[in-house]
């Protein structure tokens, strides 16, 4: 019985695995539009296409979801049997009434596949001989072998190692389909985020009122940049470093303007989730110090200092710039400090900002960091060439 167990183990654990690889190909389908790659690009394979029609789902469940049902009962199933020695004999009768059922669904999506669809799934296929093995697993260790096990079949759909088949799963399927929900709650977000940052990606030019937001340069510099940012994201840091350079590289020429977009749900009403739990007092920090003359060396330190932003690294920064330690931690707690921070975090969604870090050169529109300062520089340059 050890090595039907260890057979059922590996079989139903592949299931599991090929199940939850299928569960994402349905979702990227539906969701993002994907196409095939990989093994399921190959001439005469599609698992997109497979996703997509009309056998994938039953009741709105993806197949694959209820094949991970499946496949979770099975490795339930084999752990019962193989610890214990009341339920073993009347397990293998279910095992076996299971296997001849997969094996025909499978058989049946075969056919479909290639005849409906014209394309087959390796992916799917995959699960037609994980099936395959779990039936001849069950006829071959079967205690009456395939002939006994087979005259049994009628009896086994009355048995109680049946009922408690169709209970596990039941619970397994329950579990399943909250399983897929989320993830597909998660597809959906993702791709309502891709979206919009397609529609962001347009060329679009914008009117972006400074108001007191930080700055450096010229206030007649040829290019005025306006970046909506994240203190704890690492793109914006890139971006921050690429202006610095361009700064330089163009003496004159360009103006920069900080605006706060902390991704914290604390402060941010957009974030879902934990977001960056540190980022709306670091950047309530900076609005501290900008009423003291010291909001571009706070900036610099914070960072400079992405991964350690608590209220004890923050009280070190400003002593580290010459900022009156004891009045920057009572600004800290000031709200009208935090309400400086939100207003800007207002103006970027209205401006249609959905994440970090989005910048405006001249009033128009860009989305994520440069590559490099030199690219960076370039967009610039370009900007002054064409007067925009």
């Known amino acids: 019985m050890r090595i039907a167990f260890y057979l059922y183990t590996l079989l139903a654990a592949a299931g599991v695995y090929v199940s939850e690889r299928l569960i994402g190909i349905h979702l990227a389908t539906h969701y993002q539009k994907a196409g095939d790659s990989g ?7 599609s698992c997109a296409e497979a996703a997509s029609s009309g056998y994938a789902e039953i009741f709105g469940l993806p197949i694959a979801a209820l094949g991970m049902a499946f496949y979770v009962t099975a490795l339930v199933l ?3 049997a193989r610890f214990s020695e009341t339920w073993r004999p009347r397990l293998a009768d279910v095992f076996l009434l299971g296997g001849l059922a997969s094996v025909a669904y499978s058989i049946f999506l075969a056919v479909v596949s ?3 669809v014209g394309k087959l799934c390796p992916f799917c296929v995959a699960l037609y001989g994980v099936n395959l093995g779990l039936l001849l697993t069950a006829g071959f260790t079967h205690p009456e072998g395939w002939g006994g096990g087979l005259r049994r079949l009628g009896g086994a759909i009355t048995s109680k190692a049946f009922a408690l088949t169709v209970g596990l799963l039941v619970v397994a399927t329950v579990a399943a389909q909250g399983f897929y929900a989320h993830r597909a709650q998660a597809a959906a977000k993702g791709a309502e985020r891709q979206k ?3 529609e962001m990606r347009k060329p679009a030019q914008f009117d972006v009122e400074v108001g007191d937001a930080p700055g450096k340069g010229p206030a007649d510099a040829a290019v005025v940049v306006v970046e909506f940012s994240d203190l704890q994201c690492p ?3 890139s971006l921050a470093d690429s202006l610095a350079a361009a700064q330089k590289a163009m003496p004159g020429k360009l103006r920069y303007h900080f605006k706060h977009f902390p991704m914290d749900p604390a402060c941010n009403r957009i974030v879902d989730g934990r977001g960056h739990p540190q980022a709306c007092e670091a950047h309530v ?5 900008q009423r003291v003359g010291k909001a571009w060396p706070m900036h610099d330190l914070i960072f400079a200092n992405q991964r350690s932003l608590g209220r004890e690294a923050l009280m070190g920064f400003a002593r580290q710039i010459g900022v009156d330690v004891e009045a920057f931690g009572a600004c800290l707690d000031d709200p009208s400090a935090l309400a400086v921070v939100k207003a800007d975090i207002e103006q970027g969604i209205e401006l249609g900002v959905p994440g970090t870090p989005v910048w405006f050169a001249n009033g128009w529109r860009e989305v994520g960091a440069p590559r490099s300062a030199e690219i960076l520089q370039g967009m610039l340059e370009q900007r002054m060439a064409t007067g925009q």
Do not use: M, N
Not at 39 to 45: A, D, S, Y
Not at 285 to 289: L, Q
């Open 196 to 198: 919009q940052i397609a």
């Open 114 to 116: 290639a005849t409906d």
């Open 235 to 237: 793109h914006c840091k």
């Open 285 to 289: 920090a900076v609005v501290c110090a």
């Open 39 to 45: 093994i399921c690009g190959g001439e005469g394979f």
């Open 78 to 80: 084999a752990f019962v």
